[in-house]
Every structure is written in C-alpha cells, then in structure tokens.
C-alpha cells in the first residue's frame, strides 16, 4: 500500500501516517539512518531522537509523522489542508490509517470538516481486516467502508491493496483530482497482515489456512511475476536488490550507534518557554 501509494505522490504533497510508518517514511526520502537514529533515541534521528519509532516526522520530505494514537493523524491531515487552502496552495494531503481507525469519533470529524469546507484530503484506508486482534465483522454492523465517506458525499471507491500498480495508479488518479478539485476523496486499499499484530500476540483469532491462502497474493510475489512476464525482471535483480537493502540497513545501525545523544542542556528545550520578566 505505501509502496504503491507514495511513488504516486507529488514531492510538494503532505504525507501523514500512523505509528507504524517505517516504510512510508523511507519511500518518502527519510533515510535509514534518520529512522534507525531515532529509534535509537539519538540527536541524529529525523526527531532529533525525541519521537522514537512511533513518531517519525521530516518537515523537509513533508512527512509529517508517525501518530501513536489510534486515527491521531486524521485531524492533523485536515489542519494540513486547511492551511492550504487558506494560502491558495494547490497540494494533495495524503492521510493513511486503518480501518480500526474508522470507528474513532475524530474519523468522522474529520470527514466531515473536509467535505464541509472542501479540502484536499486524500484518505487512504488499509484495511487488513483486523483491528489489532478483532476481525472486521466483530466490531462493524455495516462492514462496508465505503458506505461512511459516501454519509459525508466523499467520492470513495476499493482498490486490491495487494497490487502495487493497482494502488499506484488509483491513487496517482485521485491525487491529481483532489490537488486540482480542492475536494476529498476516500480510497480503501483492501490488505492483509501476514504477521502477527506483536510480539505478544497468541494470534489465536485467526485461523492459520486463512493467513496461508492470503499469503499467495503475496504483493511482492505478485509485482516480481508481473514484472517477469513483461521482460523486465531477472532473479539476479533480486539477489542484488536484497544484497543492497541489508547493507543500508547494517550502515544505518553502525551510524545510528555511533551518533550522539542529545546533550543534557537540551533537556527542556522545546518543552518549556521562558518567560521574560
């Protein structure tokens, strides 16, 4: 979803997203060793170390977070655009959330201040199926997602979150309409979560045949065959591609480690405001 989603994006566009933004903030531009500086807790990282892993934001790739709580980057995403709108600024804000997210009450504020002043909100929905440990038709009466944007007459339409070009060239389309329009628009990216919710998780809610019959849309399966049919793709490209991915990865670390923590002086700084007297 956030492959597929991002590389549809214009540089300019705001992108907000929940607290496990990792690899939205990579296919923004932050790179590894901001993220990995910053789960560290270290000066270095994109949040000067403040944020940790659930808060990574870089004002400089318009990634403005990383939200630990449930829908939290929702009414960010529509402060976003009304700032936009306000100075006459043609820019898409791209907000991405879970479907649990839905059935916070900021979920439907949020909709509804975007339809009612007409602002260039670009709600994209993963919808994996599961809040945390609770399958969709536990929690919803209407599990029809798209039945909540069109109560507040957003234009919404469900694209398979499996397919990278698919979600590419859906949101590449409504992108554009909402920048040029000025209005929202809702996109439900229909996904699933191979892995367990944590560390903690017995994942005693699900059955196992269902995980492995989901795990042959593997999305990166899926875009390697479509990439070998069209010509474009050989198994060394792989090999080589995962051989540079874990060297970033090692450099992050080693810089990461290596990088300083913020000095103790700094402790208060933008916490407190001295007052004049």
């Not at 479907?99 to 993963?126: D, I, M, Q, Y």
């Not at 390697?224 to 874990?246: L, N, P, T, Y």
Request: aromatic share 8%; glycine share 8%; proline share 3%.
């Amino acid at each position: 979803c956030g492959v597929g989603a991002i590389a549809a994006l214009e540089p300019e566009d705001n992108v907000v997203a929940t607290y496990r933004e990792h690899g939205q903030a990579l296919l923004r531009g932050v790179t590894a060793t901001e993220v990995m500086a910053e789960m560290f807790g270290k000066a270095a990282g994109c949040s000067r170390g403040r944020g940790g892993s659930m808060h990574l934001f870089n004002v400089r790739q318009r990634f403005w977070g990383g939200h630990a709580i449930v829908g939290g980057g929702l009414p960010v995403a529509v402060g976003l655009a009304l700032a936009d709108k306000m100075q006459g600024v043609k820019r898409t804000t791209a907000i991405f959330f879970g479907e649990g997210a839905s059935e916070e009450g900021e979920f439907h504020e949020s909709l509804n201040l975007a339809a009612v002043w007409e602002l260039p909100v670009l709600f994209l929905c993963e919808n994996n199926l599961y809040a945390m440990g609770t399958k969709l038709e536990r929690h919803m009466a209407d599990t029809d997602l798209l039945h909540r944007p069109a109560a507040y007459h957003i234009p919404g339409e469900t694209i398979d979150g499996m397919d990278v070009v698919a979600v590419e060239r859906a949101v590449k389309y409504a992108a554009d309409v909402v920048r040029e329009t000025g209005k929202p628009r809702f996109l439900e990216l229909r996904t699933y979560r191979f892995r367990a919710h944590s560390m903690y998780d017995a994942e005693k809610y699900r059955e196992k045949a269902e995980v492995v019959e989901w795990q042959k849309r593997d999305p990166i399966e899926l875009l390697v065959a479509r990439m070998q049919a069209a010509g474009v793709w050989e198994d060394v490209d792989r090999e080589r591609i995962e051989a540079d991915v874990k060297a970033e990865v090692e450099k992050a670390v080693a810089e990461a480690d290596a990088a300083a923590l913020e000095p103790i002086e700094d402790l208060t700084k933008d916490v407190y405001t001295e007052v004049a007297r």
